[in-house]
């Protein structure tokens, strides 16, 4: 009866140890699917925004505003640089939205998973709250919000002459 008890224990062991091994074989899986998975939803996000840019003048109609030079035609952005945006309501939507809850956030900064949410997506989906932050940093590098601290954008400070708070005078 022992031997029959001790075979049992150690095809159990066995067994634990096959089933542990292909656990971190499932995961490593998932992870790299999750991670492809996050680069389309990045990619598609992007392509979109650039068909969606590529449906709008290139060139800005009407007079440009004196003193701002004008970017050469070429490859369109998505997200416009804030030195030649006339305001926020040139962005599109949902990164107004990203604006308008950066600006409600204060001094504690937006961060991925708030954003996600003001974008209306899962915020427990690893891949939506990356895609959010992509969309954060996108509009930090092209002056938008600032990431003052890792993680968190607040809106920058507003420029007595500048774009951020125009006041009559020049530049």
């Known amino acids: 009866m022992r031997a029959v008890l001790e075979a049992r224990q150690k095809d159990a062991v066995v067994r634990v140890e ?17 991670e492809v998975l996050r680069r389309r939803v990045t990619g598609l996000q992007e392509y979109l925004e650039a068909l969606a840019e590529a449906d709008a003048p290139a060139v800005p109609t009407g007079d440009p505003s004196p003193g701002k030079p004008v970017r050469p035609v070429g490859p369109r952005r998505a997200v416009p640089h804030r030195e030649d945006a006339a305001g926020v309501e040139v962005l599109a939507v949902d990164h107004q939205a990203v604006m308008a809850a950066a600006g409600e956030a204060g001094s504690d900064g ?12 899962d915020s427990a989906s690893a891949s939506r ?38 006041r009559g005078g020049g530049s």
Not at 110 to 121: F, S
Not at 145 to 153: A, D, K, L, N, W
């Open 129 to 166: 709250v990356e895609g959010a932050r992509a969309r954060l940093k996108r509009l930090g590098e092209r002056g938008w919000p600032v990431e003052e601290r890792p993680g968190r954008f607040t809106l920058p400070a507003p420029e007595h002459d500048g774009v951020g708070g125009r």
């Open 110 to 121: 937006l961060g991925a998973r708030q954003a996600a949410v003001v974008l209306g997506w």
């Open 18 to 34: 096959e089933l542990g091994a292909e656990l971190e074989r499932v995961r490593a899986a998932l992870a790299d699917a999750e």
